[in-house]
């Protein structure tokens, strides 16, 4: 509410400095005379729909924070949020629910922008028992579950490793979105401690990836599991609510991983 209280103006300068854009870089990936995007910056000049939209576009705005610039210019929003389970989004969830299906005896999920779980498969559900209830009630927040002392911080196997690979990610988030949840969560993960029983050293696993991707290994009673993980989002999504869902799949980073999580979804039966 403090942002849409501020001139669109300060604004697009505020997106502009965190991408860190000169007015010139701005002006000419835009094509607009750097007069003119001064002039739009300081009050000088009011920008169009079209324009806010436009720079918006440039500075990879994320729609929801393109409504607040929208807002603050004096126009309507544009892009619509609607709940995952809204019939306008049908298909989009019949997709989401496809592709957690049909990476089974792979786990993999769906988060929202703050790391909440929204969808998960089987395999997941196999994986993340032993955690400490209170984490597992919704909603549940993905990263928490993970790092957290009383979740499955203590069951991965490279936790330094991985950690840091989460926090990284994270802090990219922050950066792109100054999200204030997200800046909270942040502070929240950085200062769970590390088990001193995590191995800090590098594992053949980590050592096969290092450089290219980092794996986690996860301990279960069938051995350590060594995952690839990737990211799939949606694209060009003109809706809020998919603009903001990512898809986690996890592969297996060896053949004895993939035997055991079909063993596990086999005895599951």
Do not use: C
């Amino acid at each position: 509410m403090m942002a849409m209280t501020q001139p669109v103006g300060d604004l697009l300068r505020e997106w502009r400095q965190r991408r860190r854009m000169s007015q010139l870089d701005l002006a000419s990936e835009a094509e607009i005379s750097t007069r003119h995007l001064s002039f739009v910056e300081t009050g000088r000049a009011l920008p169009s729909r079209e324009m806010v939209l436009h720079l918006a576009e440039q500075l990879e705005v994320p729609l929801r924070e393109r409504n607040v610039l929208l807002v603050a210019a004096g126009f309507a929003p544009v892009f619509a949020e609607r709940a995952l389970e809204d019939p306008a989004l049908q298909a989009a969830r019949k997709a989401v629910d496809l592709v957690l299906a049909g990476h089974e005896p792979y786990p993999a999920l769906a988060v929202d922008r703050h790391w909440t779980l929204i969808a998960a498969n089987a395999a997941v559900g196999r994986l993340i028992t032993g955690a400490d209830a209170k984490l597992l009630q919704p909603p549940v927040n993905v990263l928490r579950l993970s790092l957290h002392p009383n979740g499955l911080a203590p069951r991965i196997a490279n936790l330094p490793q991985w950690r840091a690979h989460l926090l990284a990610r994270l802090r990219h988030q922050v950066e792109v979105s100054a999200d204030p949840v997200l800046v909270e969560l942040m502070r929240e993960l950085a200062a769970y401690p590390v088990p001193s029983s995590a191995r800090s050293g590098r594992s053949p696993t980590v050592h096969e990836f290092a450089g290219v991707l980092v794996p986690l290994q996860f301990v279960t009673e069938a051995g350590t599991l060594s995952f690839l993980s990737t990211t799939t989002v949606f694209g060009t999504p003109l809706d809020i609510t998919l603009s903001e869902l990512a898809l986690e799949s996890f592969f297996p980073a060896d053949t004895k991983t993939a035997e055991a999580l079909r063993k596990l979804a086999g005895d599951a039966r």
